[in-house]
């Protein structure tokens, strides 16, 4: 089974603050995502990695980086955390070939 | 426009039903077509591919794809209020290894 792990559940931070959320997946996909999905709004994809250290921006990756320093990882960082990035965080890999996404459990954020 | 268009719903049918959830794609060299399943407060799973015209079956779903009229579909056969949930499509477009999501449909079951 195809598993893909998000270090946190919930996370509370404070305003300012910086925020890393990790991924770790262990089926050697070349690709992994970063999204965020709030009501209304359904997912969007705030950056893309298809290889160790490279990296593409999605749809909203302002006020967002990430790092991919080995293959299995993915870090989503939030340089100065702001309360309009309170969300669920999804993180999610997949085959270059087969491009089926497995997602994480998600990391709901809330910045206060 | 939105590139994949859902139907946001809710669409609620009586258990023992046939539910179908329609998603259109505004791509038409894309490929790759997905089903994905997301309980309230958790993230999505995949459902069902699709790559090829026509009807693809696994246990009671049936997934359709009409790449001619840019239109994919699920059908949930003998629904069950298990199967209430949010029902995402997603496409892979031509170029790049994204996929597009739609909105998703919230699915209701009512015994």
């Known amino acids: 089974d195809v598993k893909v792990t998000q270090s946190s559940r919930y996370l509370v931070k404070r305003t300012g603050e910086k925020v890393f959320l990790e991924c770790v997946q262990d089926?050697?996909?070349?690709?992994m995502f970063w999204y965020r999905q709030d009501p209304g709004l359904g997912l969007r994809l705030i950056y893309f990695s298809y290889d160790v250290k490279m990296k593409e921006k999605g749809d909203i990756p302002e006020g967002y980086s990430v790092s991919r320093e080995k293959k299995e990882r993915f870090s989503l960082i939030l340089e100065s955390a702001s309360t309009n990035q309170t969300s669920m965080y999804l993180c999610?890999?997949?085959?270059?070939?087969?491009?089926?996404?497995?997602f994480g459990a998600g990391t709901r954020l809330s910045v206060l | 426009q939105k590139e994949v268009e859902q139907n946001s719903g809710p669409l609620s049918v009586p258990e023992g039903a046939i539910a179908s959830l329609n998603c259109t794609y505004s791509d038409r060299g894309s490929q790759s077509f997905f089903w994905y399943r997301q309980y309230s407060g958790k993230s999505p799973e995949l459902i069902m591919s699709i790559y090829s015209n026509g009807d693809k079956e696994d246990g009671r779903f049936t997934a359709q794809l009409n790449k001619a009229s840019q239109y994919v579909s699920l059908l949930i056969r003998d629904s069950q209020p298990s199967d209430s949930a949010t029902y995402l499509c997603?496409?892979?477009?031509?170029?790049?290894?994204?996929?597009?999501f739609g909105g998703g449909t919230r699915l209701m079951v009512k015994p």
């Open positions: 997603a496409v892979k477009p031509n170029a790049g290894n994204m996929l597009t």
């Open positions: 089926m050697d996909h070349e690709n």
């Open positions: 999610a890999s997949s085959f270059v070939a087969k491009n089926i996404q497995y």
